[in-house]
């Protein structure tokens, strides 16, 4: 599913008019039946509603709905704020039939004194002061409204985005100034600023609905963010042949694990060899071989020289892809032999965990990196990897987005929607994971799943894609059947199978 931004919204919105045909104010009805259906199914007509509409269409829906409500016995209050006596024309109709309608208990046109209504535990507020087309931070009147109907202990519903919350970057805003709804009743497709873990206070409970704006319109418009659905990698998916050999399914390389920590290498391993790959390798340090040999036995051991740590780049020609980074150490002999071992792969790389505190520490070798080279931080990896800190989510995608471009590399940006910046600057964000997989070593199992899909033969992009949706979806499966509270990072690893199965059926 493609996001679009709040300009591309209104262009769609333009589009469908022209091509449909409907008419703007005829979609804005259509959009609010679907809102008022939301809100009817969820509360009775004993429950006041008080309704607080802005100047824009925004504000237009939110008198429809309150026509819709009202007409429908719900006891409504409607406060319009017209501050420039600008209402938009679709705002100006639906006013006009608000007061026609003569359902509403209160209607309160606002040109500049404003007492506010006393807003109780048992009422409903419906938030449609301002939409996708917000265009600076709230101040003033506004700002106070928001902060009262925040402190307030009625449940609010916004329409299509939380007044006061732009739709993408919101790293300048005030947030203060912020509707804190308990849902969200966006219209059509989600907003960008959604996917942020800091703007979960404003959406509260998410809900998206069909206001069907023209497919045609959506299908043309190009997008640089779209989010992953299980339609989008069915068609990605390899075939395996009848007669495949070992031999033709690829050979990973994976190169992790210091002395006490060769979970990481079991982890990264165990879920490369359950990702569809011929043969997997693990090159490790002396200590760790006994432990891998017994934890992995599908697993062919490169013993490293040294003890304790990964100190001797190994020879690549033989690989399909390498898997680099978990546990690996950040000792000097180890941070050189990884950049030895990165320079002279001539195969897909995958870099994860110390490998890439490795090149935050080694600033300078980043320009090394062979193109095309996947790197997967989470938000702190990614931190140390740029040198910046950030002041929210936006402004570290964004980051990420330039180094991408900058680099020609795939950066996944770990989190509850992990964030897959491509080369040519578009992102893909992933829709499958949960909660339960906030815990150590599930990036391991990550940086397994892609390695083994890319010696198995898949393309970087399509690698990183499916690698993101399969680790979610296990996740998902495992909290389905056992719960969130207590998964560990072995059990996405136990659940890929029928991750896999259930994208192939
Ligand atoms: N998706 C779709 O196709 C459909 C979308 N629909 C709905 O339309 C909504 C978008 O409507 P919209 O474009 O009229 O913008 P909206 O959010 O009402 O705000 C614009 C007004 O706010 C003002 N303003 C802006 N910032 C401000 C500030 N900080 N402080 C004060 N004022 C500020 C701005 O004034 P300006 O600054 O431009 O003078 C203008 O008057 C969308 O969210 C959805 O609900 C549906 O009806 C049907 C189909
Ligand atoms: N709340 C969450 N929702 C969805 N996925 C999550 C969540 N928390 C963690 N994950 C996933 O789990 C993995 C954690 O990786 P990482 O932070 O590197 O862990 P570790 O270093 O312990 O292996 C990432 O792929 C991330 O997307
Ligand atoms: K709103």
Redo the contacts with the bound molecule.
């Keep these: 599913m493609k996001i679009f931004t709040g300009a591309q919204?209104?262009e769609?919105?333009k589009y469908?008019i022209e091509h449909e045909p409907v008419k703007s104010i005829d979609?804005?009805e259509r959009?609010a039946k679907s809102i008022t259906h939301a809100i009817t199914e969820t509360w009775s007509n004993g429950m006041p509603v008080i309704v607080f509409a802005?100047?824009?269409?925004?504000?237009?829906?939110a008198l429809a709905v309150s026509r819709m409500l009202a007409e429908q016995k719900y006891d409504v209050s409607v406060y319009l704020f017209n501050i420039n006596g600008?209402l938009?024309e679709?705002c100006k109709t639906n006013k006009q039939r608000l007061i026609e309608c003569r359902a509403v208990r209160k209607f309160d046109e606002v040109v500049n004194e404003f007492d506010p209504p006393k807003l109780e535990k048992n009422m409903l507020v419906i938030d449609g002061l301002?939409?996708?087309?917000?265009?600076?931070?709230?101040?003033g009147g506004?700002a106070s409204l928001v902060k009262y109907i925040n402190q307030s202990a009625a449940t609010v519903v916004s329409?299509?985005?939380p007044s006061g919350l732009m739709t993408e970057d919101n790293t300048y805003n005030v947030r203060a100034n912020i509707i804190k709804a308990d849902l969200t009743l966006t219209?059509?497709n989600i907003k960008l600023s959604f996917l942020f873990a800091e703007n979960q206070q404003f959406i509260g409970k998410l809900r998206m609905l069909d206001?069907r704006?023209s497919k045609e319109g959506m299908e043309q418009m190009t997008s640089h963010y779209r989010i992953l659905e299980e339609n989008d990698l069915r068609p990605r998916l390899l075939h395996r042949d009848c007669f495949a050999h070992k031999g033709d399914m690829g050979h990973a390389l994976i190169v992790a694990g210091s002395y006490g920590m060769a979970g990481a290498a079991v982890l990264a391993t165990k879920a490369c060899l359950r990702s569809g790959v011929g043969k997997v390798t693990v090159c490790t340090p002396r200590r760790n071989n006994d432990i891998l040999q017994m934890s992995v036995p599908e697993a062919i051991m490169h013993v490293d020289k040294e003890e304790t740590f990964f100190s001797e780049s190994v020879e690549t020609a033989d690989y399909d892809a390498l898997g680099i980074g978990p546990g690996l150490g950040m000792q000097e002999g180890a941070a050189i032999a990884f950049i030895s071992q990165v320079r002279r792969a001539q195969i897909p790389v995958v870099v994860d965990a110390d490998g890439l505190n490795i090149l935050a520490s080694h600033r300078a070798w980043l320009q090394q990196l062979p193109k095309g080279i996947i790197m997967t931080p989470h938000p702190r990896e990614f931190e140390r990897l740029s040198g910046n800190r950030f002041n929210d989510s936006y402004e570290r995608l964004s980051n990420a987005r330039d180094m991408a471009e900058h680099l020609q590399a795939y950066i996944i940006l770990k989190g509850h929607n992990s964030a897959l910046c491509m080369p040519d600057g578009n992102i893909v964000f992933n829709s499958t994971g949960n909660a339960g997989m906030a815990t150590a070593g599930s990036g391991d199992v990550l940086t397994g799943i892609i390695t083994g899909l890319l010696a198995r033969g898949y393309r970087q992009a399509d690698a990183c894609m499916l690698g993101m949706y399969l680790h979610g979806l296990a996740g998902d499966l495992a909290a389905k059947e056992i719960g969130m509270e207590s998964m560990v990072a072995g059990d996405i690893i136990r659940y890929l199978p029928k991750a896999f199965r259930r994208l192939e059926d």
């Design positions: 919204i209104r769609l919105d469908t979609l804005m959009a802005g100047p824009g269409n925004n504000g237009g829906d600008n938009s679709d301002f939409g996708s087309g917000l265009n600076k931070p709230l101040a506004f329409i299509d985005v219209l059509q206001i704006l």
